[in-house]
């Protein structure tokens, strides 16, 4: 099973700040036919279930604002939001789509101050 | 729109089996996939098995060995069968359609 490690497990930043989420697979999620990473991004707000952000790594999901931006590619990829709201207060996970079984990070907790 | 609600037994005993369902509208499970996906009370998403859009299924290495979906594409639902039910699987339980669509999840408890 592909192992994916994900930091910080929290930060907390202030309304205009930008904020980085890194996550790590164990194997790379680079697939050598189409040469697209198979790296999606989910966040998840209070008592709200998922919601499925970033997919192929750095492809948005449809009405997602665009300080929401993926990147990376093999093994080592990042969230980075950029000038922060109070509404994006959520948890945050990557999840690897390039096996099975499909495996998560352990998630980021990202608190506004 | 796109739904999918879950539902099932709020309380289970340990030892027992679970028996879950998927109902879905606005999405044809004979062209899309549904995942299982669950998270314990104040912790992450672990995601738990899949079934494609032409009845094929994977699962979760751990879980493999008790765990079951299958699907009834007349009544738009899908089912998660788990036995050996333990207290470490209090969880909340959702489906999602093709990761993309997520149901709005049910509380399972594993107690006596």
């Known amino acids: 099973d592909i192992v994916m490690t994900q930091s910080p497990s929290s930060l907390a930043v202030s309304a205009g700040e930008t904020v980085t989420i890194n996550c790590k697979s164990s194997?790379?999620?680079?697939?050598?036919?189409?040469?697209?990473?198979?790296l999606a991004w989910y966040q998840q707000k209070p008592g709200q279930s998922p919601k499925l952000l970033i997919y192929l790594a750095s492809t948005r999901e449809s009405g997602v604002p665009d300080r929401f931006i993926g990147s990376g590619s093999g093994t080592d990829f990042t969230l980075t939001i950029s000038s922060v709201q109070a509404e994006d207060l959520a948890d945050y996970y990557c999840q690897q789509h390039y096996s099975y079984p499909l495996t998560f990070g352990s998630g980021t907790k990202l608190e506004i101050k | 729109q796109v739904q999918l609600k879950e539902s099932g037994p709020g309380l289970v005993q340990p030892s027992e089996t679970l028996s879950l369902t998927c109902t879905v509208s606005g999405f044809s499970l004979t062209s899309n996939s549904v995942h299982w996906v669950r998270q314990p009370p104040g912790k992450g998403l672990e995601w738990m098995g899949i079934i494609r859009s032409g009845g094929s299924t994977d699962y979760n290495s751990a879980l493999k060995s008790r765990l079951s979906i299958s699907r009834d594409t007349s009544k738009s639902q899908v089912f998660l069968k788990m036995n050996s039910l333990q207290t470490e699987d209090t969880a909340i339980y959702y489906c999602?359609?093709?990761?993309?669509?997520w149901g709005q999840g049910v509380m399972v408890t594993v107690s006596s």
């Open positions: 194997q790379s999620l680079l697939s050598s036919g189409n040469q697209k990473n198979y």
């Open positions: 999602t359609g093709r990761l993309d669509y």
